[in-house]
């Protein structure tokens, strides 16, 4: 079935960087797109980045443009979020997410921004 785990999360202070990892099975990855997604304490889930199946196109919330990168690797099916810049209000739970798979949510990694 499918699955996707989140990786790489963790307690850095304002302006640091971390990479979150998604690792992808039970599906054929690298023909859809793929979408990081997270949710803070007690506010809704919301959309971070999306990527297409190629990678070539990418697409960023406003609140994290010029500060995030996504990107993948299809021979390792795996979706990446590198995160610079970071601020306290980017504290949430990460998610990575296919949309050709509406229930295929992961456990999430936990980014907390803080000094």
């Known amino acids: 079935q499918v699955q996707l785990v989140e990786s790489g999360g963790g307690l850095v202070q304002p302006g640091g960087s971390l990479r979150l990892s998604c690792a992808a099975s039970?599906?054929?990855?690298?023909?859809?797109?793929m979408s990081w997604y997270r949710q803070a304490p007690g506010k809704e889930r919301e959309f971070v980045a999306r990527?297409?199946?190629?990678?070539?196109?990418?697409n960023y919330a406003d609140s994290v443009k010029g500060r995030f990168t996504i990107s993948r690797d299809n021979a390792k099916n795996t979706v990446y979020l590198q995160m610079n810049g970071l601020k306290p209000e980017d504290t949430a739970v990460y998610y990575c997410?296919?949309?050709?798979?509406?229930?295929?949510w992961g456990r999430g990694t936990q980014v907390t921004v803080s000094s």
């Open positions: 997410y296919a949309a050709a798979f509406p229930t295929s």
């Open positions: 039970g599906f054929t990855f690298s023909v859809y797109t």
């Open positions: 990527i297409s199946s190629g990678g070539g196109n990418t």
